[in-house]
């Protein structure tokens, strides 16, 4: 069974960094693209960055490019966002999904997220 | 970056009735070199992490009852609920996984309710 599970949100002040994390099973991680999505309170939904299986594939929203950093640890069966400069409107749900085997293609599975809120 | 819309942002069907949501992308999503539109739908329950229903525009995922099929090619496409049941109320959202490596953008999402 896939499972894969948040970690690492909370509240923050603005212009502080956090680092989420997402823990992956069930299936073979290093074969596959992995996401961070991403939903403010009430809205839709945002993708926020990818990478693909090997890391030779990343990108960002133009939202967060330049603030947030992708990476993977395929020896943990590990997926990891670090969030720098965090502002207000970063405030969301951030959602850990796994990709296909090529880099452009749908999410299957998701996790259930873990909350980041960026107040004074 | 490709721009989704869907439409429209809510509707109300009666139970046993069809619902139809509308996605169009701001440029075509049909990649030529193996006909396939680069489109996904998702259904998310209150409470719940989106779920994936259809890829490739039009293929179901496993699991998905047969009631929910997808159609369209290039820039509209559609998510057709043949015979509403209580339990899919939710919001839905298309996505298109064309324009990597960057864009996976989202549609606003379409809320269905039970009229």
């Known amino acids: 069974e896939v499972q894969l599970v948040e970690s690492g949100g909370g509240l923050v002040q603005p212009g502080r960094s956090l680092r989420l994390s997402c823990a992956a099973s069930?299936?073979?991680?290093?074969?596959?693209?992995m996401h961070w999505v991403r939903q403010a309170p009430g809205k839709g939904l945002e993708w926020v960055s990818g990478?693909?299986?090997?890391?030779?594939?990343?990108g960002y929203a133009d939202s967060v490019k330049g603030r947030f950093t992708i990476s993977r640890d395929n020896a943990k069966n590990s997926l990891y966002l670090q969030m720098n400069s965090l502002r207000a409107e970063d405030t969301a749900l951030y959602y850990c999904?796994?990709?296909?085997?090529?880099?452009?293609?749908?999410?299957?599975?998701w996790g259930q997220g873990t909350l980041v809120t960026v107040s004074s | 970056d490709i721009v989704m819309t869907q439409s429209p942002d809510s509707l109300a069907v009666s139970l046993g009735e069809r619902a139809t949501i509308n996605c169009k992308s701001s440029?075509?999503?049909?990649?030529?070199?193996?006909?396939?539109?680069?489109l996904a739908w998702y259904q998310q329950k209150p409470g719940q992490p989106p779920k994936l229903l259809i890829y490739?525009?039009?293929t179901r995922e496993s699991g998905v009852p047969d009631r929910f099929s997808g159609s369209g090619s290039g820039t509209d496409f559609t998510l057709t609920i043949s015979s509403l049941q209580a339990e899919d109320v939710a919001v839905y959202y298309c996505?298109?996984?064309?324009?990597?490596?960057?864009?996976?953008?989202f549609g606003p999402g379409t809320k269905v309710d039970i009229k």
């Open positions: 999904a796994k990709g296909g085997y090529s880099y452009g293609a749908h999410f299957d599975y």
């Open positions: 069930g299936f073979t991680f290093d074969d596959y693209a």
């Open positions: 990478i693909s299986w090997n890391s030779g594939s990343i």
């Open positions: 440029q075509s999503v049909l990649y030529s070199s193996n006909n396939k539109n680069y």
């Open positions: 490739w525009a039009s």
């Open positions: 996505q298109q996984y064309y324009s990597t490596p960057r864009g996976f953008t």
